[in-house]
């Protein structure tokens, strides 16, 4: 004979409920260092804001590669294909002036796509070796340089603010990249965590965490960035979680990892 299901009991009910929410925070708490679980949003923001700097110069550094391969369809342009992808071996090899300086002439000539994708690399290149203030510098020029293409006056805007986020006025970083961080916009996430952690610079609490949460919320925004996002906007008491399930999925917790699934405590 079949043996009949079991009903829960309110008690176990209540348990099950606890070991739940025991792994939610557990799934929370784990993307967070001990600076944060200590209450120091301060420290923890000052760290953060450095490491997504670093993140999103060192993230980007090759999208201007990507964007020169969309853009060079042309065989008319082979020879400056050659010069960037020379260019390129070059920065990979990890000859970064020698690179640096092949670019010179394509990066000073008046060639579209192919001269701003020049600049963008030296630029990154002059970022990568620490001369940020020329870096800072070249990435404005191309922002400004009304004959790039779209997407790369854009990109270079992000990273002219990410390469001088710390020097910068937190209201420059607003306005600079306000326009970009807005959702359905290609570079949201990255322009939007630069603008919510300039929010944090300036005090304004409340808008730094709606915006996180928003990042981790976008469809399209990265998975290492959502994870972010989702820190400080929770830090912030921001619920960033739509679906509770598919975070503990993410994080690989079951009822089986918590400490109240161990032991019962």
């Known amino acids: 004979m079949a ?41 923890f923001a000052d760290n953060y804001g450095k490491q997504t700097v670093a993140a999103i110069v060192l993230l980007l550094a090759a999208f201007g590669g990507f964007l020169f391969w969309q853009n060079q369809q042309d065989g008319a342009r082979e020879v400056d294909s050659e010069t960037l992808v020379g260019a390129l071996d070059q920065v990979n090899a990890g000859n970064l002036q020698t690179g640096f300086d092949q670019l010179e002439t394509l990066a000073g000539e008046d060639k579209g796509a192919a001269s701003a994708n020049a600049q963008m690399l030296r630029a990154g290149i002059a970022s990568q070796e620490g001369r940020t203030d020329e870096a800072v510098a ?40 306000k326009p970009l961080a807005a959702p359905g916009n290609p570079f949201f996430g990255s322009a939007g965590e630069l603008v919510a952690m300039a929010y944090l610079e300036q005090g304004n609490n409340d808008e730094a965490g709606a915006l996180f ?32 399930d598919a975070l503990l999925e993410e994080q690989g917790v079951t009822e089986g990892d918590t400490p109240a699934a161990q032991g019962g405590e």
């Open 138 to 177: 070249a990435f404005a020029e191309l922002a400004d340089n009304e004959k790039a293409p779209a997407e790369l006056r854009d990109l270079a805007r992000i990273r002219e603010v990410a390469a001088g986020f710390d020097t910068m006025d937190p209201a420059d970083v607003v306005a600079k990249l």
């Open 3 to 43: 043996k009949e299901p079991t009903i829960p009991t309110a008690a176990e009910r209540e348990e099950a409920a606890a070991r739940r929410k025991a792994a939610e925070e557990e799934a929370l708490l784990r993307e967070v260092d001990e600076a944060v679980r200590q209450g120091d949003l301060q420290s």
């Open 213 to 244: 949460a928003q990042i981790a919320k976008e469809e399209s925004t990265p998975e290492s960035l959502k994870s972010r996002a989702r820190q400080m906007a929770s830090l912030l008491g921001v619920d960033a979680i739509e679906d509770v």
